[in-house]
């Protein structure tokens, strides 16, 4: 009883104290003993954070907005990045019984976050989280994984029994729309599976159906903080696209006030969340390099944290851009050495960034939905070749992808996990790409990729069959020795290399006859 009196004092006297582990969000509600004139949601209130341990901290001063959440109460998140004591403070011009509001966070180690995820500043062009701890990216487009749960007849499948499994799969970069309303090739899809389009919006409707982008629906946001936090106990990022154009979504105004409010409620609420990254919209090209000349600027600005930004498409702004999410399809017969190329085109062009296509096949499904499919084996090869350009990829599976979502495990899923695995132990960021070390295939119409670790480790992928080809492999690290296995990327079984491997040019024939080739060597 004495601990509840004593808190009851210490929020009386405006000051607020509290713990939190490192890197874990701390959410602070704030109650208002008098309430602004007018719409809480144009509301200014702002809060100032600073650290006693600046050193380390990549925000140790941030001043952002709070967000309205309903009744009497705004609220502000935040993920310290350092430990020691975080001090809070906040500003109020319209909510005068907020103003000077002030507290303190005791920050220790502890709990399961890595924190967010940044650029490697020794390898730029992969990524870690905050702690150090590398961070290896095999994407999944969820587009609407926001309306699982959301209303009666869109919970058929439980939301986090579905986030577990997709993640057990290896799955830690989801990609999702805050909103979006229907997909036009979905409708002779029966709800459900088919999600679209929700009575739930992120804005409030009037009593004739029309929304009020001035106000949000404070459900539709919870819900969606749900989402985010469900991500992050299962280890994955969620790739926030603010907005996408080409699903019925009847957006604000441009630049008008409540377009104002849409992008500043969407980041003051999510930038807390260290599993967040925010991606001004999928497909960005189809909308004017004007707005979003004002929009990603704007939504840096309000993002305290500096989570990372990306562009789907196209990045309008290329100093805002922490990397480059491309959508590159190719319909040609040697779709895996086209892609391959064009991730090594964007890794070259930005030696200082990350490259990930996140858009290039979709897996076909048993409900046919968007139309432009492919096999999983198809695709198995491509993810190997896009994966050996020294980049990364998003899966797509077309019954999971947009507005139709089913429970169902297809066999993408099984490949994905096995490339995961493959690299689960290796450092993918100490990988250089050197294609000239492998020569004379046959057929000569084959060309193989090599990563390689000069003197440690080579790695050697044909996308089609190869009879035969040479490697030339350099004299190995420290006096070591080499030893070598096939890899079958189709089911993950290893086939140990007979016979000694010597430095120099080695002819090699692979002991399958059909298919792709994964040749790994390594030192001993």
């Known amino acids: 009883m004495q601990g509840v009196v004593v808190l009851v004092l210490i929020s009386l006297l405006g000051t607020i104290h509290a713990d939190n582990y490192i890197y874990e969000t701390y959410e602070q509600q704030l109650k208002a003993s008098s309430m602004p004139h007018g719409n809480p949601f144009m509301a200014t209130v702002n809060v100032t954070i600073t650290t006693s341990n600046p050193q380390g901290s990549r925000h140790p001063h941030m001043v952002f907005p709070c967000f309205y959440n309903g009744g009497n109460t705004w609220v502000f998140r935040f993920e310290p990045d350092t430990i020691g004591t975080w001090y809070w403070n906040i500003t109020s011009p319209d909510v005068s019984s907020l103003n000077h509001r002030s507290g303190s966070v005791t920050v220790t180690k502890g709990g399961n976050s890595h924190g967010g995820i940044i650029r490697n500043p020794k390898h730029p062009q992969s990524f870690i989280y905050e702690d150090g701890t590398p961070y290896f990216l095999m994407g999944y487009e969820c587009d609407w994984l926001w309306a699982l749960g959301l ?37 002779a899809v029966k709800r459900p599976p088919r999600l679209s389009p929700t009575e739930l919006t992120p804005w409030n409707k009037s009593a004739n159906g029309t929304l009020e982008y001035e106000t949000m629906d404070l459900y539709y946001w ?21 907005t996408v154009w080409n699903k019925g979504v009847q957006w604000p105004p441009k630049l008008s006030v409540a377009d104002d409010l849409y992008w500043r409620y969407t980041v003051a609420r999510l930038q807390g969340f260290p599993n967040v990254i925010f991606d001004i919209s ?39 851009c922490d990397f480059y999410s491309l959508q590159e399809h190719d319909s040609s017969s040697s779709p895996a050495h086209h892609l391959n190329q064009k991730l090594i085109k964007c890794l070259e062009s930005n030696p200082d960034k990350p490259c990930v296509n996140v858009e290039w ?44 979502i089913i429970k169902n495990v297809s066999q993408g899923y099984h490949y994905c996990k096995t490339l995961v695995d493959f690299w689960q132990f290796k450092k993918f960021e100490l990988y250089q790409r050197n294609y000239g070390l492998c020569t004379n295939p046959q057929p000569s119409s084959q060309t193989g990729m090599v990563l390689e670790i000069p003197g ?52 090699w024939q692979p002991p399958t006859k059909n298919g792709d080739v994964l040749l790994d060597i390594y030192t001993m």
Not at 222 to 242: C, N, P, R, S, W
């Open 151 to 187: 209303e009666p007849d869109t919970s058929y499948i439980h939301l986090e029994s579905f986030i577990k499994e997709i993640t057990s799969y290896g799955f830690n970069h989801i990609l999702v729309n805050v909103y979006a309303k229907e997909c036009g090739w979905s409708h």
């Open 222 to 242: 919870q819900h969606f903080d749900k989402v985010i936090t469900l991500l992050h106990k299962y280890g994955a990022i969620a790739h926030v696209m603010v």
């Open 282 to 320: 999928k497909e960005a090209w189809r909308e004017p390099k004007s707005y979003w000349q004002n929009r990603f600027p704007y939504m840096v600005a309000l993002d305290a944290h500096k989570r990372m930004h990306t562009s789907h498409t196209t990045c309008p702004v290329n100093d805002l």
């Open 361 to 404: 096949k979709y897996e076909v499904g048993p409900i046919p939905t968007y139309g432009h499919h492919s096999t999983a084996n198809e695709m198995r090869i491509v993810m190997w070749s896009l994966y050996m350009s020294g980049g990364f990829q998003a899966w797509y599976y077309e019954d999971t992808a947009w507005d139709v």
């Open 456 to 507: 440690q480790e080579y790695l050697v992928y044909f996308p089609g069959h190869v009879d035969s080809f040479e490697l030339e492999i350099p004299k190995p690290a420290l006096g070591r020795e080499y030893a070598g296995r096939w890899f079958n990327t189709a089911d993950g079984k290893a086939t140990p290399v007979s016979g000694s491997i010597k430095q120099g040019k080695m002819r």
